[in-house]
């Protein structure tokens, strides 16, 4: 089995089912497009919730997910399927096309791209309208608050 990490409120729930992407847009889907995301490791799913959180309203519910899907499941490299235009990290229009290029293309329920915050680490995408999304599966979570020497 492979393993993915998320960082979610308690009151959402784990959001597999990419609800959140009706009330805002991401880097690598459009509003609109249901999309999850993911962190490769537990240190950059949190360090990517620390880039999108304001410290004055950090939750006060979050839980950090340990998930974990068939080693069958592809999970390609965005690099290996398109080309990453230079400035794909200040890009959104470009990385949106991309992804979306890759929902439409069907071919797996998740990519694994590269973090903008550190770009060797990596984030997957996961598409929850995918028929293998339903084999990714919390196995483990517990309660997570920010160290407050980081916010």
């Known amino acids: 089995m492979a393993t993915l990490w998320r960082l ?3 009151a959402h729930g784990p959001g597999l ?3 959140g992407a009706f009330f805002t847009s ?18 950059i799913a949190v360090l990517e919730r620390l880039a999108h959180t304001d ?7 979050l839980r950090l997910g340990l998930f974990e899907y068939p080693d069958t499941i592809a999970c390609p490299r965005v690099e290996t399927l398109y080309s990453l235009p230079p400035d794909w990290g200040r890009n959104e229009a470009a ?3 991309l992804g979306k290029e890759w929902r439409n293309s069907g071919t797996s329920c998740m990519l694994a ?3 903008v915050v550190l ?11 995918h028929p ?12 997570f608050c920010f160290d407050v020497r980081v916010i």
């Not at 293998?132 to 309660?143: G, H």
């Open 113 to 115: 791209v590269p973090s």
């Open 17 to 19: 089912d990419g609800a």
């Open 119 to 129: 770009p060797e680490e990596r984030n997957v995408v996961f598409n929850p309208q």
């Open 55 to 61: 410290s004055d309203l950090v939750p006060a519910d």
């Open 26 to 43: 991401g880097r690598w889907n459009a509003l609109g497009q249901p999309t999850v995301y993911f962190g490769a490791c537990a240190a």
């Open 8 to 10: 979610f409120r308690a």
């Open 132 to 143: 293998d999304a339903r084999l990714v599966r919390i196995v483990k979570e517990r309660p």
């Open 95 to 97: 990385t949106r096309h």
